[in-house]
């Protein structure tokens, strides 16, 4: 069956330390997106993919970078982690090309915690 | 770019009894407004969509209408059950062609009281 899959679920770091969190999909979906769940805040979008080598910044980019090399994976880094960037983070993927019905499917989440 | 409001933040309700949480959007071109339930630990998963050329949907015991004019939306969730306690997420796009970006409410946290 398609999925989509984060890791790491759960990651600790210290302030200033570089971290990945990794995001891959068997959907062959065009669109992948990755938001920031805090309490009181919502789902905010970090940045988002509509194919291979197309990104965008959402609307809490910065401190973020994401690179689109492939159909199946969007990386986030984070270039140097601060204590505001711990959160849950959420991987997402939507719409074959052309068609698709706007659903997007969900990662399991990664807990990210910024000591 | 699109605001989206989303009231109320928390929702107590006896079971059996009905809850509907409301939302309203800024930017007209929006046209897709899904739905998505978030159960304790767990991801965001859909529950029901309407597109802007439709006023009201229905799937069972949950609906959600549309008001474009006002650019509000709501769901409703008739005779809730205990495993209706979640955090529903309301959410506002602009989809065309398979490309879209999906913009969303803050949340809100549904207890449902056996």
């Known amino acids: 069956d398609a999925e989509i899959t984060q890791s790491p679920r759960h990651k600790i770091t210290e302030t200033g330390r570089q971290v990945t969190l990794a995001c891959h999909q068997t959907w062959n979906h065009n669109n992948m997106f990755w938001y920031r769940q805090d309490l009181g805040h919502g789902l905010r979008l970090i940045h988002y993919?509509?194919?291979?080598?197309?990104?965008n910044k959402g609307e809490v980019s910065d401190g973020y970078s994401v690179s689109r090399s492939n159909t199946e994976d969007l990386p986030l880094t984070l270039e140097s982690a601060a204590s505001s960037q711990t959160s849950v983070y959420f991987c997402?993927?939507?719409?074959?090309?052309?068609?698709?019905?706007?659903?997007?499917?969900f990662g399991e989440g990664s807990r990210l915690t910024v000591l | 770019g699109e605001n989206v409001e989303q009231h109320p933040s928390t929702l107590s309700v006896q079971e059996g009894d009905s809850a509907v949480i409301k939302c309203t959007y800024s930017?007209?071109?929006?046209?897709?407004f899904p739905w998505y339930k978030q159960e304790l630990g767990k991801r965001p998963q859909l529950i029901i969509d309407?597109?802007?050329?439709?006023g009201e949907k229905k799937d069972q015991r949950i609906a959600v209408t549309l008001n474009k004019t006002a650019k509000h939306f709501s769901l409703h969730i008739t005779e809730t059950q205990p495993e209706d306690s979640a955090v529903y997420f309301c959410a506002a796009s602009r989809y065309s062609g398979g490309y879209q970006k999906v913009t969303f409410g803050i949340g809100t946290k549904l207890q449902v009281i056996p």
């Open positions: 997402a993927s939507s719409g074959l090309a052309g068609v698709g019905t706007g659903e997007l499917f």
């Open positions: 930017d007209s071109a929006s046209n897709y």
């Open positions: 993919s509509y194919g291979v080598h197309d990104t």
């Open positions: 309407i597109r802007s050329n439709v």
